[in-house]
């Protein structure tokens, strides 16, 4: 794995800056983002707040290191929390119904946000923030009625850009009797922010707020945004938000800090330190009291938490709930709203119902009958495109299947593309429907709507063994015969491909020339030895006959077979070997290719006489530095997973021969090596690279090789073997190193950072040559010493000693000053202003460097009031320490700055003074001293 590694400062007179002591630098604000749908509101906060000053994190995009986006998409909220990602400000951009959501895909329902609410470790995301902004419809709308009716607010929102299925999410919980309203929510989630912004109605599009929000930056005060005054906002009304959005449905509410966290029904019913009777006590009062539809979306979330984790009620647990099971009135009030005719309303009755089955108001034998009702509606009718979006959305995110069978479904609703569609997201398998589907699909004309909407519902089954043959025996009869376009295109679609297989003992010779059966057979005609035998044949007799189409053909059709053979044989895995070994670059390429795409499917065990050829091919392309990570990965995987240790063994012999031949080919070998075997692999091995690297110095860089050599280095430094360290044990080799690796940094190799080089180092032996050779005045050995603490005092006297006695300059010898700062810093200022008296221009070279404040100033008024300096000289000596960072207060600086404005000064000293004056006074308010 590549590392990030910085170097530089371990190389005297070219590591000056690396060796600095870092200025502290001031806090910045931190703001997080979370963009769901529309970005143009961090664009706008981007645009107007400096870089500088303001760090921007955008949170839905973190992701564990080699995750892919799938798991990316799944995990980024979690994984901000476990970064312990803190916000000063937090945006929170999408469509909003009881959820954030939008064009990107992404989904952030208010129930996983109070979870996280309850979450300590997420408090630097949800706790922290001083402002929030939720753009979005209604995020904080309260329970009071809209002066518009449901489907008068549905238009409104179809007419601003929402598809059907948004504009119904956002009204089905915009108008829900359950729950607290969503303004009450945020606020419980976003308690310890004093000002939370959103909305009690429609919110303008990122578009159309874009302007406005450009017109509060203009009026904001530029201190706003700062830490210093984030710190201090209370909850009182952002008036100049407030005018800046006064076209808009913009509320603000301040977070709930009179709430402690196990007071949120969401925080205790998760939390595992509360008892599980306690639990149910309290469910079972908030059920039965005046407020149970406030508590019951809460109480959902919790009791299919627990139906996911598969738990086993006990009797006397369920003794508990039986006061609720009771409740008529209760049970009432939400059949009521199942009833209810109203598509707005369908993913609130779905959880509803779930809710009234689980306390047995809904008999498991009603259950399906009420739930197809409610998810299909009247199948009598037409459907729409959006009325099939709607139900295809909740039965997905609801995990919902229905069973029918074919003479549920009316003769017109086979004909109806929408409602087969439905079926496609909604239905079990039942061979009845299928066939039924099928049936249409292999009569309908190629581009019947009706006949694709048939093929969608068979793809969405997966058809037991048992009914296959029977499949098969419609489609293709027995496989022996040319495959009709129909046939293929079921049995080609990447959902069914391998999934259902015919066991033929060999291709009908006849059919070797038929390409639509061809381009077909690797989609269900199970693999066998004779079959690969025959189409290799195929293959090289259209490579003799010079048959380029055919050529195509026949690999094609060999690679489409490859993941489809977890059996090769050794005859198999021969005939590709000896193939690639042919002299037509073009056939060595394509069976290359092969071998990778069936060798890493196959469960087989090969000879070792297969495994041996393996691992030549691939030290084949080492020797020629054709190093590409798709091909020779592939190679080492497939010889490591058939002999881990003859794989390991071979790389390492292959490393240590090519070390004193050739370095490059040596590290890149020896990347792989270390990669795949670090468990056992040995140390001498990389000690003796490490080594040997250094020696060849020259040789190495006359090769030209150095950037794939810090990628060796840096696995290397990142090994876990049996030691903690690869043994370098001679200072001079971690020298040359360094400074082959600072050389290979400037050609565009990898840097490496101090830690990590003295990984390989042992420095019990290296420490003490280092202190030695620098007690003896060796510039390039003070650069090393930075790299580890010096606590005896005698020894860090005898090194202050021998620095002062050094006739130091300063880009020379930056190393020993670094180091006299280290150990005495006002000595080091004193011998650092006094050099830049003699040579200011040089001073100039290490303006990184840090200084005694006390120090410092003694010596810049002593030496600004001297007679004999002449006021060039003056002012050249002022205009190399002020680039220097004076440690200390900065008021303290700015005081003595003022004392000197007031004395008699020449005029470029008066000059350089107020210069100096403006950046301390910048600096001050940076670190939010005034």
């Known amino acids: 794995m590549k590392k990030s590694w910085v170097l530089a400062f371990l190389l005297g007179t070219t590591l000056a800056s690396s060796l600095a002591i870092a200025a502290p630098l001031a806090k910045k604000t931190q703001v997080c983002s979370v963009t769901i749908n529309s970005s143009d509101e961090i664009e706008v906060f981007k645009k107007n707040l400096n870089p500088a000053t303001h760090d921007f994190i955008e949170l839905t995009t ?20 476990k970064k312990k990602v803190q916000c000063d400000i937090l945006l929170i951009s999408g469509h909003f119904g009881g959820s954030f959501f939008g064009s990107s895909g992404l989904n952030l329902p208010v129930e996983e946000l109070e979870k996280k609410s309850c979450d300590t470790s997420c408090d630097g995301v949800l706790q922290a923030p001083k402002e929030v902004f939720l753009f979005g419809c209604n ?33 089905s919980f915009r108008y829900s009797p359950l729950g607290n309203s969503f303004g009450e929510r945020m606020r419980r989630i976003f308690r310890g922010a004093p000002r939370i912004y959103g909305f009690d109605s429609i919110a303008p599009s990122g578009k159309n707020v874009r302007g406005l929000l450009d017109n509060y930056f203009k009026k904001v005060p530029k201190q706003y945004y700062t830490p210093a005054h984030l710190n201090k906002i209370s909850s009182d009304r952002n008036d100049i938000l407030a005018q800046a959005l006064k076209v808009t449905a913009l509320t603000q509410v301040a977070g709930a800090s009179e709430l402690k966290r196990e007071q949120i029904p969401a925080c205790f019913l998760n939390n595992e330190n509360v008892g599980f009777y ?7 009062s908030a059920l039965n009291s005046d407020q149970s539809f406030q508590s019951l979306p809460a109480i959902n979330e919790w009791l299919i938490s627990l139906t996911d984790q598969n738990y086993q009620w006990r009797d006397k647990e369920f003794e508990v709930l039986e006061q609720v099971m009771a409740n008529t009135t209760l049970r009432d009030r939400l059949a009521a709203i199942i009833k209810t005719k109203d598509t707005s309303m369908l993913g609130m009755q779905l959880k509803i119902l779930s809710f009234m089955k689980f306390f047995g108001w809904v008999y498991a034998k009603d259950y399906s009958t009420k739930l197809q009702n409610l998810l299909l509606g009247d199948i009598n009718q037409d459907y729409t495109i959006e009325h099939k979006d709607q139900v295809c959305s909740y039965a997905e995110n609801l995990g919902i299947k229905i069973d029918m069978t074919s003479d549920m479904i009316p003769a017109a609703r086979w004909q109806d593309p929408e409602f087969l569609d439905v079926l496609a997201c909604t239905s079990m398998y039942r061979p009845d429907v299928f066939r039924k589907a099928m049936t249409q699909y292999l009569e309908l004309p ?36 040319p495959i009709s376009e129909k046939a293929k295109g079921y049995l080609c679609s990447y959902r069914v491909e391998g999934k259902m297989t015919l066991a033929l003992p060999e291709i009908p010779p006849a059919l070797l020339n038929d390409k639509n059966y061809l381009d077909s057979a690797p989609c269900f005609i199970k693999f066998n030895q004779r079959i690969f035998e025959q189409l290799f044949t195929e293959y090289t007799q259209a490579i003799r006959n010079k048959n380029k189409d055919r050529q195509t053909l026949m690999f094609d059709v060999l690679r489409d077979y490859s993941s ?23 056939i060595s390429q394509d069976m290359e290719w092969l071998m990778i795409y069936y060798f890493e499917n196959t469960s087989s065990k090969f000879s070792p006489s297969i495994v041996q050829q393996i691992a030549k091919k691939a030290l084949k392309k080492f020797d020629q530095l054709q190093y590409q990570e798709s091909y020779e990965t592939n190679l080492v995987q497939i010889m490591m997973n058939q002999n881990k240790e003859y794989g390991c063994s071979v790389l390492k012999e292959k490393a240590l021969q090519e070390i004193p031949k050739n370095i490059a080919v040596a590290a890149q070998t020896l990347n792989f090596a270390v990669d795949h075997c670090r468990e056992s692999f040995n140390d001498d091995t990389l000690a003796t690279f490490l080594s040997t690297l250094a020696k060849k110095k020259s040789t190495v860089l006359r090769a030209g090789n150095l950037k794939n050599l810090t990628t060796a280095i840096s696995l290397n430094s990142n090994y876990n073997g049996p030691n903690e360290y690869i043994r370098i044990r001679d200072w001079k080799e971690l020298l040359a190193l360094t400074s082959l690796l600072a050389e290979s940094f400037e050609k565009g190799g990898e840097v490496l950072e101090p830690e990590d080089m003295l990984k390989v180092t042992d420095m019990t032996v290296v420490r003490p040559q280092i202190i030695e050779q620098a007690l003896k005045g060796n510039a390039s050995a003070f650069g090393l010493i930075k790299t580890f603490s010096i606590q005896d005092a005698r020894l860090k006297e005898a090194l202050v000693a021998q620095i002062k006695k050094s006739t130091l300059k300063h880009a020379d010898d930056s190393g020993k000053l670094s180091v006299l700062m280290t150990l005495d810093s006002s000595a080091g200022t004193k011998l650092l202003m ?5 040579d200011s221009k040089s001073a100039q070279e290490i303006s990184w460097i840090s200084v005694d404040h006390k120090t410092f100033w003694q010596h810049l008024k002593a030496t600004l009031g001297r007679a004999d300096l002449n006021d060039n000289a003056k002012a050249e000596y002022l205009k190399a320490v002020t680039k220097f960072y004076i440690d200390g207060a900065v008021k303290a600086s700015i005081q003595e700055v003022d004392k000197l404005l007031k004395t008699q000064q020449p005029r470029a000293v008066q000059q350089l003074l107020k210069a100096l004056k403006e950046q301390l006074t910048e600096r001050a308010a940076d670190e939010e001293i005034i």
């Open 834 to 838: 006094e050099l830049s008296l003699k």
């Open 139 to 171: 995020t904080l709308a309260g329970k009071n009625a809209d002066r518009r009716t449901p489907e008068e607010y549905r238009r409104v929102l179809i007419a601003d850009g929402f598809s059907t299925e948004e504009a119904e999410q956002v009204v």
């Open 564 to 586: 489809k053979s977890s059996d090769i044989s050794n005859n198999t895995a021969q005939l590709m070997l000896n193939a690639a070994d042919s002299s037509d670059a073009k």
């Open 446 to 481: 190629q581009n019947s709507p009706v006949g694709a909407s048939s093929l969608n519902l068979m793809l969405s089954y997966k058809v037991p063994t048992a009914d296959q043959a029977d499949i098969f025996k419609t489609l293709v009869g027995t496989g022996t015969s």
């Open 62 to 81: 973190l992701q564990e290191k080699d995750s892919d986006e799938t798991e990316a998409n799944a995990n980024w909220f979690p994984l901000a929390c």
């Open 278 to 284: 306690k639990k149910l006590h309290w469910v079972k």
